[in-house]
């Protein structure tokens, strides 16, 4: 029996961002003895005229095997991702050929609310086309319920992540890892504030923060120096696969005070998988997994002193630290890549044979 074929539609592999870590998990790992994949770029990191000419050739791409296709998923995100899929959505549901919606972007309702009324009702007609509208939390799940009027069409489907096979407490130093854009929004100053203000607090363990991810490097490097960190912040750029997770490996507590995310980020359940003992905001899908206390520590958004209290805590208290991280592991095997997509394939299926 011929395997069904599933065409997916979104960031180059290998580019940088979430986006690009799924696309490429699906690509790798979804086929099996009933789906075969085939992943067409859109959209890749570099200058304009090479994300022109990727846009081009996906839209060639997309025309040549659309044809033979059994089923379409598509990552879409707000701003430039959006205008480049609604014309590919439109076509798919002119054509009638089922697919598949994967919600990515945190920004996409203040992207939608302040669109123009036709753009808004374009995004509208080509949702309501979809078999399926995937999201990455309840908070979102609810939102494009609202928006399309078709709830039983939109489900969560939570990042998977990768379980080690153990997890040791690493050496010392104790390390705090932040992994993300550095920028406010993630939080990367207040993760660098809190660390000075406890690098100043006599009678406490030596520490390092690391710092992982692209953006506002510089700006991030300077308020380093200027609180006095120059000895223990690194500042490794953006970070592929393997990196961060050397990085994760080595690490004993991770920070992310963030002030906005898209669902729940993929960063955390990283660090939980890892045993990490996990400091960061409830904010959207954050606190449908991190529970204050059990299996980690959630500290309001703009909260410094609260930060800085948590991160003491964790710095003095190396049992706390154990018992968060085993708790933090035990929670994200909930999401071990087997269950992901076996779960995907469960949502995918019925929009060929139903």
Known sequence: MARLRLLTLGTARGSRGGVAIIAGIIANHLPDETW?????????????????????????????????????LLHLSAHGSCYRKLPML????????????????????????????????????????????????????????RLTGLPSRVSILRHPVSIPQDAPEPDEPITMLYLGRLDDKKGAYRAIRAAAKLARKPNLPFFRIVMGGDGE?????????????????????????????????????????TAFEAGLPLSVLEAMAHGLAVVTSPVTGIPEVIRHGENGLLVEVGDEPGLTTQLEALLKDVKLRQKLGRAARATAAEFALPHYLQTLRTLLLPTVRG
């Not at 067409?40 to 570099?46: E, K, S, V, Y």
């Not at 994300?51 to 025309?63: H, N, V």
């Not at 995004?123 to 979809?130: E, F, N, Q, S």
């Not at 997770?245 to 920070?255: K, P, R, V």
Request: proline fraction near 5%.
């Open 36 to 72: 075969q994949v085939s992943h067409i770029a859109t959209h890749r990191d570099g200058p304009a005229l090479a994300k022109l000419k990727t846009y081009a050739c996906g839209w060639l791409q997309f025309l040549t095997q659309l044809p033979s296709a059994d089923a379409v």
């Open 217 to 257: 490097v510089e700006q991030a490097r300077q308020l380093a120096l200027q609180e006095g960190l120059a000895d223990r912040a690194v500042f490794p750029g953006w970070l592929d696969e393997a990196a961060r997770n050397t990085w994760l490996s080595d690490a004993h507590i991770y920070l992310l005070p």
């Open 90 to 145: 439109t076509l798919l549901r002119l054509l009638g050929k089922p697919y598949s919606v994967y919600a990515h972007s945190g920004y996409f309702e203040n992207f939608y609310k302040q669109s123009p009324s036709p753009l808004k009702a374009w995004i509208r007609w080509t949702l309501r086309g979809a078999q399926n509208i995937l999201t990455v939390s309840g908070h979102w799940q609810q939102f494009y319920a």
